[in-house]
């Protein structure tokens, strides 16, 4: 008897933990799902029930001047913070993995800091620091903020990769005569290639999607995607808005999303040719 109401009460237990967690996931989901129903809302005045179906609002959008530099400001912003963050991450992930040097340890807590610091924190310092050495906010200032705060992600994708690659391969390389930089060039970037990848496109969404950091660190007149987004929402919601968040949710779910396919495509193909070099 006792055992049947332990089992009862476990059965209890888990449709409990399933039914917060489905509460959890439509807290969470609700406003993006209505965010995107709304922006294909033919009125003005943004509600339910809609009174019809139409993309007026992404064809303002696309007549927008404000809304069209700060898409062109954040995607430059992104693209150059991707291809630098992933040179400096590739490049800090095999020094950190392949070699050993002094002060090797505190330069790889020095990597991984700005991911453990919230950006608020780590904006209002960068902030701060930059008001007490008299230097004004710049563009390029808010490139090097973005780039700071990427680079973590692209060095711990990229050591995960590295840590996978047997020495052996570039050892090989390395005794027929080959150079370090050949070698690297040759086998391991090649292998390393999901890593690059993965790591490529999450800095991109990480710099495209940054709001708090750009808040701090943009200079004057600079609009990237999210700060429009919140100079438009103190002024009025309009349901220009929400064709606006659907466009930055598309872009930052969507990409990651196409990373992780090639990703798993990329790791498919280099599995299926371990087994054949192996062979030969």
């Known amino acids: 008897m006792s055992e049947r109401k332990r089992d009862a009460e476990g059965r209890w237990a888990w449709r409990l933990t399933g039914f917060m967690t489905l509460c959890v996931y439509i807290f969470m989901f609700a406003p993006i799902v209505a965010t995107v129903v709304l922006s294909f809302n033919s009125s003005m005045f943004g509600g339910f029930p809609m009174t019809g179906f139409s993309l007026q609002w992404y064809g303002k959008l696309l007549q927008n001047t404000q809304v069209l530099a700060a898409f062109r400001t954040s995607l430059w912003i992104a693209l150059v913070t991707a291809v630098v963050t992933t040179a400096v991450g590739v490049a800090a992930a095999f020094a950190l993995i392949r070699f050993e040097f002094p002060g090797k340890q505190t330069l790889s807590t020095l990597v991984i800091l700005p991911a453990l610091v919230p950006e608020t924190i780590l904006g ?17 200032l808010l490139v090097l903020g973005h780039i700071l705060l990427a680079v973590p992600y692209v060095v711990l994708i990229a050591q995960a990769r590295m840590v996978g690659i047997r020495r052996a391969y570039e050892e090989a390389a390395l005794s027929l005569g080959a150079s370090r930089f050949s070698t690297f060039r040759e086998i391991t970037l090649p ?3 999901p890593a690059v990848t993965a790591g490529a496109l999450l800095a991109f969404t990480i710099s495209f999607d940054n709001t708090s950091a750009s808040l701090f660190w943009r200079p004057a007149g600079v609009e990237t995607m999210p700060t429009q987004i919140l100079s438009m929402l103190k002024i009025s919601i309009s349901p220009e808005i929400n064709a606006l968040g659907t466009v930055m949710i598309v872009m930052t779910v969507g990409i990651p999303l196409i990373g992780g396919l090639i990703l798993q495509r990329l790791t498919r193909l280099g599995t299926r040719r371990k087994p054949v070099e192996e062979a030969q």
């Open 124 to 140: 209002v310092g960068l902030l701060v620091l930059i008001k007490a050495v008299n230097q004004p906010r710049s563009l390029l």
């Open 191 to 193: 292998l390393l290639i």
